[in-house]
């Protein structure tokens, strides 16, 4: 089966951003894994915390039970928890490693990830030259020789939450109007950050009326991506 990777900063970012993509991929057949570097126990989980006795280890279970329930919905093949801190992430020597193994591993089509920058959370552009710089270390064939090496997956830039501020702008459009429910099921699972539904309700809005604007097919929802490497392609129509 083809593989996908998402690299996922926090244990909600890939449902917001990215939730359509993975699903209409899981509905093709594809392997899609998700990597949450961090439960976002800290910085994204601000409703948990106003609940009397909260602890840290609560928040963390509570985060990761609405991901697993969101990525059950939208069919993601393997989700991980790499528990690496929040506000900030710690991107150790051994995750990194990590993350080249998984490359490794898994042989993705593609990869997912954050935007290049974003002035509201530095967790996230930390993320992308982390994912970004595993992917060029596991194309080496001097690390660990012998094993066979990464190809040239695409790498997409999934939307920030303030794209205007953050010099973000799609060049690809994807709709996801076929499995929109799947992504709206997976939205309200976060129920930890339920004041961001209507949001991404929104955008997916918003995304799929620009797509229908750029190509001749009845479009309702989409989800916008920045492309990192140029498209290689065998005919331009």
Known sequence: MPT???VSAHSA??????GGAIALHAAKGWEVTVVCLSYGERGESAKLWRQPGMTLDRVKAAREEEAKAAARHLGVHDIQFWDLGDYPINLNEAAFYRLVDLYRAIHPK???THSKADIYNHDHPAVTDFAQHARI???AHGHNPGQKVLGAPPVFLFEPHQPEQCDWKPDVLLDISPVWEKKRAAIECM???EHLWEYYT????QRGA???????????HGEGYQS??????ETLG
């Open 202 to 205: 929104r955008v997916a809005l």
């Open 228 to 233: 990192v490497f140029p498209h290689v392609v």
């Open 4 to 6: 996908a990777l998402v």
């Open 137 to 139: 270390t596991a194309q």
């Open 13 to 18: 970012d890939f449902v917001w951003r990215a």
């Open 191 to 193: 129920a930890g950050q």
């Open 110 to 112: 593609f990869v997912l």
């Open 210 to 220: 620009q797509a229908a604007r750029n190509s001749d097919k009845s479009i309702k």
